[in-house]
């Protein structure tokens, strides 16, 4: 880690002794020169990342302790991109992507190079326009669209970590990675017809692929055979859609419609051979890929909308007011699933060596389910020329049988990251891991991460058995909360029962997430170019509550500023503050009036940016989260020991050399510090009446709290589980 900080510093002294004038000068006469002469233009990005994460807390005797407490990770990540244009109308595109785990250098498994986009585009004359392979496409948040999480007034050292994560992932704001064919047709014959856009394109969402249930990568919930758990793929998935626009009036009127099909193809439909029940000594069986998720998706989404430019019409440009309005309507095939059991020549159900009724195939039936998600929204606001006042509000109204996984799938999976090795069996279950932590998620990860063996042992027998983990195989997998996967209907019911609640309570599938009426709004004032004011309200409820539930009802509010201080009195340099304040809350009233679940939940930044020479700067940030359930909606959880409440605090300070906005070197330090109470009554009792208690295990069904509670200490049955991690962090991000 030391090595890592020194070779970083350097890095700093030898950027700050060169003339950044020169170089830049030098560098842009050189693209200039290639671009004339071969066609090839260059760009990419560079980050190098160098984190130690340190794990206490005072519950845990470390001489009783078998995993390491810390972590470290070190990579290098080069993102080079070429645009090759051999003739006008054709450019090819690829980005290579060169990495490096920096803690094993010298071993060649330690980098890899791939190809992490190529596509080849074109044009034809001014109006069309072509791409095949990888593309980005985003529509409208209700037919294609990538939803995420906004944290209002983020403190600049964590919005520099979750850009990295987010670009790691090949992000870009809420746009769909797809690969296939994009055609696009734009024209605009005269003022009064406006512009025309025709658009089309088909994708394939996800292919056939084995993947392994204990494994890190593919997977939801390793080891877990229910439906949703493994992304691993039966069938080949497409995205089939068709988009049309206009805009008379010279654009000041709108009106747009989408078709869309996905759908699974049945054709392609695959299996495998796997031991039964993953015992080695039982003879390969032929099943399907994923038994536990068979139905093929066959889903239709139609989409209209209208809007205007009342602005655009009265031609005041200090003015904004425009409004648009969608309807979509969804038709998804849904099955019901009957089982069946193996019976004898008497007809008596046929047991299996445990007691168990032996199944048979399933009678499926399926019917179709259509649904209709409405949209409307606002844009009102006035600048003047030294301020302004901007409103941007939501209408919403999405039944339970709404439903587009192209648009709901979110990008954030609230995922364990720092010091995982020590809750190796429950990382799965993520905000339900003991040692989760909100912060953890959003902006920490590994591209290439190497856990230990359960028994850090190097045998053999200690990557087998016991020696694994419940949550991954022992081998190398990616850490990263951020995706652009479009999930299935199963998947995407798992994703919803394991959200931060701090970050997608009210709507954890963006605008587009189903069984929602109720509207949201955004005010935003400034004052010149140095102050600006923000506040929100959502107010949601659901369409059709669930079984067991009279209604469920949600809100969110708050509010922030931010401001730079030395801007403000005429100096040059940065001196910015920031701070902001969100309250979810998510209210479940049962049946009968047998009461009311309660979930609230408290977000809060406070940034500090300052620049005091011409490159070099000092960043801090504070975040906290502070959530709470009522004893109904602890009950409510399902959980064995559930959680009563939780606060959750980070802090960090850094020093930067920036650039720009995406091109800095930072060192930074902070810690993150949990304290969660839990509700252990269920376990005394069972102490009490002289069962075992087992913790820390998916066996034991105790999943949520760390596996050095100790059920002798605990008299009142509220149990509180305390840890810090310290982080040691340093970061280079250039993009060029």
């Known amino acids: 880690m030391k090595r890592s900080l020194f070779a970083l510093l350097a890095a700093t002294v030898a950027s700050a002794a ?16 290639i671009n004339a002469k071969r066609g090839v233009e260059i760009g990419g990005s560079i980050r190098g990342v160098a984190e130690a994460s340190y794990f206490d807390t005072d519950q845990d005797a470390h001489v009783a302790k078998m995993m390491p407490d810390v972590e470290k990770d070190e990579f290098v990540t080069a993102d080079l991109d070429f645009h090759f244009r051999p003739y006008e109308s054709v450019r090819a595109n690829a980005t290579l992507r060169l990495e490096a785990g920096m803690q094993e250098y010298f071993a060649s498994a330690a980098k890899s190079i791939s190809v992490a986009w190529i596509n080849v585009e074109g044009n034809i004359g001014k109006s069309f326009y072509w791409i ?33 994560a987010q670009k790691s992932q090949f992000i870009e704001g809420n746009q769909r990675n797809l690969q296939g064919v994009n055609l696009q047709f734009r024209t605009m014959p005269n003022a009064n017809i406006g512009e025309i856009r025709a658009e089309a394109l088909m994708a394939r969402l996800n292919r056939t692929a084995v993947l392994d249930f204990s494994g890190a990568e593919g997977n939801i919930m390793t080891n877990t055979p229910v439906s949703g758990a493994s992304q691993a793929s039966n069938m080949d998935k497409w995205l089939a859609a068709g988009n049309f626009e206009i805009l008379p009036m010279n654009r000041n009127l709108y009106a747009g419609a989408t078709g869309m099909f996905i759908f699974d193809d049945e054709e392609s439909f695959s ?21 536990y998720d068979m139905d093929a998706q066959q889903t239709m989404v139609v989409s209209g909308r209208v809007g205007g430019d009342i602005a655009g019409f009265l031609g005041n440009k200090n003015l904004t007011l425009d409004a648009v309005a969608e309807i979509a309507m969804s038709n998804d095939k849904v099955y019901t699933h009957t089982p069946t059991y193996q019976t ?102 590994a591209p290439k991460f190497s856990p230990v063996s359960r028994l850090l042992g190097t045998d053999d027998g200690a990557f087998d058995g016991v020696g694994q983990s419940e949550s991954y195989n022992i081998a190398n997998y990616n850490k990263n909360s951020w995706t652009t996967n479009v999930y299935g209907r199963s998947q995407l019911v798992l994703l919803e029962k394991l959200m931060d609640p701090s970050l997608q309570m009210a709507l954890p599938n963006g605008l587009a997430t189903s069984n929602r009426v109720g509207g949201q709004g955004t005010l935003t004032a400034n004052f010149k170019e140095f102050a600006e004011v923000q506040g929100l309200v959502t107010v949601l409820s659901q369409v059709s509550p669930v079984l067991g539930f009279s209604s469920v009802k949600f809100m969110e509010y708050g509010g922030g500023a931010k401001a730079d201080i030395f801007k403000a009195i005429g100096f040059s340099k940065p001196l910015e503050l920031s701070g902001s304040y969100k309250h979810s809350e998510r209210k479940a009233e049962l049946e009968g009036g047998a009461g009311t679940g309660e979930l609230k939940s408290d977000f809060i930044n406070a940034g500090f940016y300052a620049q005091y020479l011409p490159r070099l700067g000092v960043t801090a940030g504070l975040q906290m989260v502070n959530t709470e359930y009522n004893d109904v909606q602890a009950a409510l959880s399902g959980l064995v020991v559930p959680m ?8 960090m300070v850094g020093l930067d050399y920036a650039i720009e906005k995406n091109a800095w070197l930072a060192i930074n330090f902070g810690i993150i510090s949990v304290t969660n109470e839990y509700n252990s009554s269920a376990l005394v009792a069972a102490a009490a009446a002289g069962e075992p208690v087992q913790t ?17 200490k605990d008299k009142s049955g509220k149990y509180k589980n305390e840890f810090t991690q310290t982080i040691i962090e340093a970061s280079l991000n250039v993009e060029f």
């Open 644 to 651: 009563l409440k939780s606060k959750q605090m980070q802090w």
């Open 18 to 33: 060169s003339p950044v004038v020169d170089n830049q000068n030098l560098l842009e006469s050189k693209v200039d020169s």
């Open 344 to 445: 004898d020549e008497a007809g008596n159900v046929v047991l299996d060596a445990e007691g168990a009724p032996v199944r048979g195939e399933d009678i499926v039936e399926d019917s179709k389910d259509a649904g209709i998600a409405i949209l409307a929204t606002v844009n009102a606001g006035y600048k003047a020329n030294s301020w302004g006042v901007n409103l941007v509000a939501n209408v919403i109204r999405n039944d339970s049988a709404w439903f587009n996984n192209a648009a709901q799938s979110p990008s954030f999976f609230a995922q364990r990251i720092l010091n995982s090795d020590l809750d190796g069996n429950t990382v799965k279950f993520g905000v339900n891991s003991p040692l989760y932590s909100t912060f953890g998620a959003l902006y920490s990860f």
């Open 696 to 712: 820390g295990t998916v066996a034991g069904g105790v999943y949520n709290i760390p596996d050095y509670y100790d059920v002798s």
């Open 271 to 291: 299996y495998t051979e796997r031991h039964p029940g993953g015992n080695r000594l039982e003879d390969y069986v032929r099943e399907p890929i994923n038994p």
């Open 132 to 164: 095949v392979g990888d593309f980005r496409q985003q529509y409208t948040p209700l037919t294609l669209f990538l939803p995420s999480v906004d944290i209002m007034y983020e403190p600049l050292v964590f919005e520099r970590q979750r850009h990295m």
